[in-house]
């Protein structure tokens, strides 16, 4: 069964209020990992202080990622350090999507 797989990779301190949206919007679910890199904001270290960075992965509908992707980019792209990506995803257990 096919799914979309969403991928957030913002600002550690944001992670409480990314969680109250992606649910807000549709997500059942989600995994959140230590990000680090370097890009347009420079380099982010690891670690979950406040200047770390997290990536969130939800694999859902692909009109759920579409909802999520549109809240964030008008919420949050302005003001903070953020990227998404989404791609396509053969999920082996539908029953949890």
Not at 63 to 81: F, G, M, N, P
């Amino acid at each position: 069964m096919q799914r979309t797989l969403l991928t957030i990779i913002t600002e550690a301190s944001l992670e409480r209020r990314l969680i109250a949206d992606i649910k807000t919007h549709g997500a059942h679910g989600y995994t959140i990992t230590e990000a680090q890199g370097e890009g347009s904001r420079g380099v982010r270290q690891p670690g979950f202080e406040k200047a770390g960075n997290i990536r969130i992965e939800i694999v859902c509908e692909a009109s759920v990622a579409t909802q999520i992707a549109l809240w964030l980019k008008e919420h949050y792209y302005r003001d903070y350090a953020m990227i998404l990506f989404s791609h396509e995803v053969e999920v082996l257990r539908p029953d949890k999507f």
